[in-house]
């Protein structure tokens, strides 16, 4: 069984918090390998601002480059658009792997906005990255107050997969001051800069192998 975990986003755009962040987990977790799951359009996220997805596709793979991370949109070849949908459909269509769900303490704080965050937890185990200044409120967030009972010793992170559904496990590890929100306040229309061009007709899927 290969080990994967699942980190979800916008990558609106991709940036190197998104890989250091995946490779500590890697190591944290013994995976091998993260898929970033590219989302067409998050529902939690306003459509303004949102760059194309073939150019967030593309920032991905840049940030991603000589790593053990595939980049995909598998859930709009899955047709999916909410995470409880897709992470069911990644278990129909991939039984040989176990699946962990990687995501920031920030989006713990706002976990219980998410559609069936419930069966989310137990579908597959959660394992929440440490932010600064995002640790407390999602402590003290409204899905804590169920999920407290279910969360496990950092220290037997590497047994994840023997873990009983729903389990969550609270990772420290290195952090990166670097966002995404930064990255678009300094540069409105990174996408769309010289420097930062694509061809769509190359980019394929590193899940799914079919073009983006």
């Known amino acids: ?23 500590a987990a890697m190591r944290a977790l013994g995976l091998d390998e993260v898929w970033w799951l590219v989302s067409p359009g998050n529902p939690l996220k306003p459509a303004a601002g949102m760059a194309p997805l073939p150019a967030r596709f593309a920032s991905a793979r ?6 053990p991370i595939r980049v995909t949109a598998v859930e709009r070849d899955l047709g999916t658009r909410y995470t409880a949908d897709t992470l069911r459909a990644l278990r129909r269509r991939w039984p040989d792997r176990d699946f962990v769900w990687l995501m920031g303490a920030d989006n713990l704080a706002q976990f219980h906005l998410w559609r069936d965050w419930r069966g989310i937890a137990a579908t597959v185990p959660i394992a929440v990255i440490g932010r600064p200044g995002y640790d407390g409120p999602a402590l003290a967030a409204p899905a804590m107050g169920w999920l407290r009972r279910f969360v496990r010793p950092a220290a037997m992170a590497r047994s994840w997969t023997k873990w009983r559904l729903p389990a969550l496990v ?7 001051p670097t966002s995404a929100t930064g990255i678009r306040a300094a540069a409105p229309d990174w996408h769309q800069s010289p420097l930062r061009s694509f061809n769509p ?3 394929r899927d590193g899940v799914t192998r079919r073009p983006v």
């Open 201 to 203: 007709r190359a980019l």
């Open 1 to 23: 069984m290969n080990r994967v975990g699942l980190l979800g986003g916008s990558f609106n755009p991709a940036h190197r918090g998104h890989r250091r962040i995946s490779l």
């Open 170 to 176: 609270l990772l420290q590890l290195p952090s990166d």
């Open 62 to 67: 840049r940030a991603a480059r000589g790593a």
